[in-house]
């Protein structure tokens, strides 16, 4: 059974820092893009960031210069800092699987995690 799961989120302060982990289990997704999404309240889910298998990375421009997402391969691990932590980054945050190769509109054979929820302060 393949599984993503989240840890690290939790309640920061303005300006502070978080790390968030996701270990994947039940198969390697070395044909996967790893990710990170997030959704607020009464908001739909949005793109975070993204790594693919050889370490290319695409952020958000919201995120950009604050967050940074890496990978690593062995432990099939994908994670993600983040610094200078805004109120408007609070949000459930989900560890994404998508198949390389597969235009990011195309969501049918994601694998998701369950969330963790990242809150900051202001």
């Known amino acids: 059974q393949v599984q993503l799961v989240e840890s690290g989120g939790g309640l920061v302060q303005a300006g502070g820092s978080l790390r968030l982990s996701c270990a994947a289990s039940?198969?390697?997704?070395?044909?996967?893009?790893m990710g990170w999404f997030r959704q607020a309240p009464g908001k739909e889910r949005e793109f975070v960031a993204a790594?693919?298998?050889?370490?290319?990375?695409g952020y958000a421009d919201s995120v950009k210069g604050r967050f940074t997402i890496s990978r690593d391969n062995a432990q099939n691990t994908v994670s993600l800092q983040m610094n200078t932590l805004k109120p408007e980054d609070t949000a459930v945050y989900y560890c994404n699987a998508h198949p390389e190769g597969v235009s990011s509109l195309n969501r049918r054979d994601d694998y998701w995690g369950q969330g963790t929820q990242v809150t900051v302060s202001s």
């Open positions: 790594i693919s298998w050889r370490s290319i990375t």
């Open positions: 039940g198969r390697t997704f070395s044909r996967h893009a």
